[in-house]
């Protein structure tokens, strides 16, 4: 084939006429030959002609010294592992790794596959099986930008998974150009050269699009084909390998194949940048243009029938090409005459910087539909590229056009504020779980979860820190915990949104994270002249990569956090749970509507915004569900090595049996049908790029990857382009993910092909008109921007969540075949309107609906509620009744009156439904319209509302007023809190300036004078009378401006004062009357009962008006309180009684209370004297109050009375 | 500050007097004590002399007192209560004792405790003050609870606002000065379970902080002294979110 290729290009004889007829044919007759064509192509010609590209370029991208090139020999010779050796050796320290151990891997290891193992050698498992199995071809090209695969020569039979191996050490792709050599298997098609007649007659087609002249090409290939299933392979392929080693030898002589174990990028590092001037390509040393167009066609071709796996792949070889720098040898070789002779012989088109540029950019050229879309950014890279420039004015300037026009930016990274989940009463309070115990348990969990993340974040880059090892026993107690209450659905939950959270960012983390540069990128790129187009190369990558176009899936930033969580918790329970809640939410937000703008629409604009942002977020976050429900699924298949056929087929027959978690296959089918697979396909593949080894053979996911693929080949001219870009970015990824076959794409399966055969036709139909759904061209700029920017994608900072509006419908009133019809009217209503009409009543409704519960709760309910505490109040005062009885009595009764729930309910929405869709539609909707849309928003927000009411108002009802009762019942120290609570409401008194001293302070001072009172006291310690009674002062007004107060202060206060003025009495303040003493000192008595009286009057005015809770004055005839009374060296009985009296006429206490504490009190263990004062004043205290005379000056009774006892003691 | 200290003397030494041995001593050393001199201020004297907050000591004597009398380990509950009301405990002259120790103490027990609350309580609603005042709409803490919400910080802001350029989405209130074993235990309990929940938030200590403590400002939890000026609100047309 290869020399089929070169006497195509020398004899400028060009197969080029491609497929132009095969449209004519039409399709649908045609649909078996067409695809036997295509598979034919796909499966020798196109690995070829890529390969053959690799192989071309491979001197000028290596050679290059600041290009840390290294191993153009990485062909199939043993001696030169030594490349991907290196490279292992460097990607293992650059790469995020998809698991965390790191086992070296040692080039010309030949794991296959995906595995902890392989997969730690950077992203060499990927490379490594994706070289390793199918088709020749196929592994050149996917090795492009990957790394130089070493197979040996026996291996080159193509057909056969088994006796290719993949090359293990090769270290997945990294940036270096260097990297697109093209293994030896290139030449195992020369052999099949032959029917190189069939291209002859073929004129080359001048238009860019070309195509493949179907019939020709038919005949051709299936010629191919039958000769490449013979073995014949070998001798000529040998010597075509010797040669090809030869040459390669003579051309790095100065390369230094040793030092495996070097990383790359020192080399590179080490070579001082300004000593390589790039060389400056020039469109006049350009030598066979011819051939290098017709190169340029084909290839751009294939890339135009998506017959190449991977666009990006091929978009981002150019772009090296584009960008490639010409050593001093290869300078030097263009004036050699003797490569003439190469050329001739069609071998060394691309020896020359000058001709890779220009071939470049030819395909650059031809494929400027697909470029003009790339984000904005970029067109300017291109834009302003000098070799685009002199190889290519028209180019140029269209580049130009397009990047002005260009509006698709690469969204910026917002750093998202708020990186926890919010905790949400409808999910998260009590009544959500089944015990205190489990709730109080998942509270805790809750922070548990959140200081592991912190510890994470802080610690996960220091070096020697390791997850298992530090968190591993945590997380395990955390799980048996969960597992004790039953937590595990409302962990999942907690897990999965905060997954949602922290990676919808760009690299699946915050801003932080994954920032470093990616060292080679900067080895590729170290000449400064092109640091430009470094940003560029960086942007070139398909989706998910920061760290080249295709690697291996992995989980970058935060992600590894959940990723390790996940492994270390090693629960089974856990993991059930969690992909209840990721297929959950993963249904959710594939079932997002789409709704498609038409473009012209200008006002339309925001809406589509609008549209686009959700799209966005959805497909973000359902690549990153995916990812880990796929993760999740596969983890318990996962095995090292890529097992053997014997063990492969018992696993088959065991797995077949097993039904999917997630029925992808009926969502991809069903997304098809709703052309909605714009959604679907790339989260499917998230879900698919981490299968096991085994998963891909399962009958089910062979179906899967069948139709799939079919979304690749199907050429659908109606699908917007866009959309088609971003399907065939994520699934060329995903065939290039290691533990996905190769033969899947580049399939001579019988068994597959029929399978596609079938599903053609009901599949093919579809796709046809497919996606037109998203018909307006800018769709998906931003995303596929973010997409191909790379370290800008997978941003969304968005945190707005999607939640499909869905509005349940309820018992029905109406009889069935009614309700149809109003269903099927409404239906059609909605038909002929604008989507956001739809939108805007559902939404509406849902709002309302839900508005609707909220406010009976609060009013309602509420109401109902507040009732039943008083009715509750009542009767627990009663007697000790049996508080469940009770309850159920009173909600009972309430129950009736919960039955306006609905009333109400319905008159909520029918006030606000219309309110809210009037205010939301447009001004200019018409009347009829609008009250339509009114009537159909309160229908089924009512529908909604009372569905909810009637359901759950009596069980509301009941929770409620127990919640309440139980509150009631624990309210400390109070038995009638429901008095309390009324008084505590109290307002300040009209122009209150809230300026009155705060409680502490003054239940501070309080204390000081009780500490005074109660001793130990110094010498001469007093308290000052006037002082006190300001202290006295200030605390009403404290107490009568409420602002300040809370209960329990008050309750201190309360104490404190009752405590005072047990101490007032008993004559254990030390009061100093200041100047007002001297003046009465004659009368000793009088002079200092007086004063006391005053402070007690205080008292009792302060307890009776500025209290706002009930003052404890009973505690004053307390045992302990009586005591300082009786330890009083001169008991003040005159004032005791007065205070008696003033809590009498303050209706403090009520007379028989006095009287029982009295009585009581007397049987105490007095000192007996004390006993007979006590008794005594009890004496005085009854006749008073027996005969009920009218009340006297305070004062003169005091004196009346005191006389009475003191002369009675 | 003071306090703090003292509660940090108090909690290093707390086991030492609560050694079966330590009680035992304390308690006969009472009993002599109040034997001689019922009127004397035994055990604040006691207390004074081991350097034990009286508070404390007199739950340790009431404690054991109690223990004693009804034969069994008498319930928290009830201790707190008769600490709370020394008129409750049977024995008067224990109850002035004990009564003696509360009130001068100056850092422990329940009239401290209450003023602590007071002052909480008033530091809360002078906050809640200046929130109405820079018209800011919040949710507070027991409207919070009574939706049923776990964790629940002061105020939590209906609208988030920028304080120093920082999202706070809570306010929490502190009457104290944030010290470094309080702030870390209130991290722990608290701080960072708002987090959790609520997202970023402010702690204003009123009575300042150790500024080191001020570094998790990037995560999300802002300290102050006072309430902040230097706040950035929600413009109405990008009120969504």
Known sequence: MYAMLSVLIRKKLLPLRTFSETETWGSENHIHDRLVSLSLLQKDFVPFLLNFLREQTSQILTNGPPTPAKTPNSKAHGGQRTGPERRTGHATSSRVQLFSQRTPVTAGTTDTSFSPATASGGSSSFSGSSLGSWSGGRRKRSEVPLVPASSPPSQLNLNNLEEFPPMGAASGWTNKPSRRINPTPVSAERPLSKPKTCFTSTPVSQSPAARWAAGSSLEAFTAVQEGNLSSVISNSLQEEREMLKKERYSLRISFDPGTPTKPSYTRSASLPPESHLVTCASPAKVSCKKQLECLAQLYSSCIAENLVPNIFLELFFILQLLTSKGTSTAEDGDSDPEISERIVSGRQHFESVHNCVYFAVRVLDYQYEIISHLEKGMLKLLAENE????????????????????????????????????????????????????????????????????????????????????????????????????????????????????????????????????????????????????????????????????????????????????????????????????????????GLTLVEHEHSDGEADMEEQDEKKRFTVALLSLRLLAKFLGFVVFLPYRTAEQPTRDLQDSALALRNQTLPVLDILKLLRQSIRDQRSILTIPWIVEYLSLVDHIAPFLDYYRKVFGLLLLMVLSEDKEMSFLNKLLILAVLGWLFQVPSVPEELFFTTDDRQERFMLDTVTSARALVDDCFCIFSCTGELRKLLASFVAGSGGKNGGFIRKITPTAAES???????????????????????????????????????????????????????????????????????????????????????????????????????????????????????????????????????????????IAALIKREVKATFNRMLKVPGFPLPGEDALELRRDCPPGCQHCAPFPSQIINEIKDVLCVAVGPREEGEVVDFVWLECLLGRLSQTLRCRKFMCPTSEQQLAKCTVELASLLVSDRVPLSLGIKSPEKSHERLRVKNNPTCGLLKLLFSIWKEDFGTCVPVQLILSKKNMGYLAEAKQREWDLFLFLLRGLIEHELMRTSEIQSCLHSLAELPWPSDFVKDLKRLSRVFVSEHQIEEPRINSCELTRQSLATVTTQS | IFSQEYQKQIKRTHAKHHTAEAIETYYQRYLNGVMKNAAAPVLLDLANEVDFAPSLMARIVLERFLQEKEQAIPSKTLINSMLRDPSQIPDGVLANQVYQCTVNDCCYGPLVDCIKHAIGHEHEVLLREMLLEKNLS????????????????????????????????????????????????????????????????????????????????????????????????????MAQR
């Not at chain 1, 409404?826 to 709002?847: D, G, I, Y």
Request: charge should be negative; aromatic fraction near 10%; proline fraction near 5%.
């Open chain 2, 138 to 237: 919040f949710i507070a803490e027991d409207q919070l609870r009574a939706k049923g919400y776990d964790k629940t910080p002061d105020f939590i802001l209906e609208v988030p606002v920028a304080v120093e350029g920082h999202i706070i989405h809570w306010i929490e209130s502190k009457a104290s000065f944030g010290d470094e074993s309080s702030h870390q235990a209130y991290l722990q309990d608290q701080f960072w379970s708002y987090w959790n929940r609520f997202g970023p938030g402010l702690v204003i200590y009123w009575y300042g902080f150790i500024e080191e403590l001020d570094c998790h400002r990037e995560r999300g939890i802002l300290l102050k002294d006072c309430f902040p000026t230097d706040i950035v609100t929600l413009r109405h047309s």
């Open chain 1, 387 to 590: 070799r685009i420039a002199s190889f290519s004015p028209t180019l140029h300037k269209r580049l130009r056009q397009a990047y002005e026009n260009s509006t698709a930016k690469v969204s910026l990274l917002l750093p998202c504020s708020v990186q926890s989940v919010s905790f949400q009463p409808e999910t998260d309070n009590r009544s959500n779980f089944p015990s205190d115990r489990a709730f109080h348990i998942f509270k805790k969990q809750r922070d548990i979860f959140y200081e592991l993340l912190r510890e994470w974040e802080d610690n996960h880059e220091k070096t020697g820190w390791d997850f298992d090892r530090v968190l591993g026993n945590k997380i395990r107690a955390m799980m048996a915990h969960l597992s004790a209450t039953c937590n595990h659905s409302h962990f999942a939950r907690l897990f999965q949104k905060q997954l949602i959270q922290m990676c919808k960012g760009p690299v699946g983390g915050g801003a932080n994270w994954g920032d470093t540069p990616d060292q080679d990128v900067l080895n590729m790129l170290g000449s400064d002249n092109l640091s430009r187009l470094k940003r560029l190369q960086e942007r070139f990558v398909v989706p998910q990569s920061i760290r080249g176009p295709c690697p291996p899936p992995s989980f970058p930033g935060c992600q590894q956090f959940f990723r390790d969580f996940i492994l270390s918790a090693g629960s089974y329970q856990f993991n059930q749970h969690l992909m209840d809640s990721l297929c959950l939410k993963i249904l959710e937000l594939n």
């Open chain 1, 810 to 952: 309820l018992a029905p009133k109406a009889s069935v075949t009614q309700r149809k019809l109003q269903v099927d009217l409404e239906q059609a209503f909605f038909h002929n309107q604008p989507p956001s009409l739809r939108r805007t009543v559902e939404f509406v409704a849902e709002r309302v609906g839900s508005n609707c519960v909220k406010h009976i709760k609060a009013t309602l309910v509420a109401e109902l509620v507040q009732q039943a505490e008083a009715m509750l109040q009542d009767k627990v005062k009663e007697e000790d009744v049996n508080h469940d009885k009770l309850l159920e009595e009173v909600c009972t009764h309430l129950y009736e009156e919960g039955a306006q729930a609905l009333i109400k309910g319905r008159e909520f929405c029918k006030k606000k439904g219309p309110e809210a869709v009037r205010v939301l539609l447009p001004e200019e909707t018409s009347a009829a319209v609008l009250s339509s849309a009114e009537s159909i928003a309160v229908e089924l927000a009512t529908e909604r509302a009372c569905g909810w009411l009637s359901a759950n």
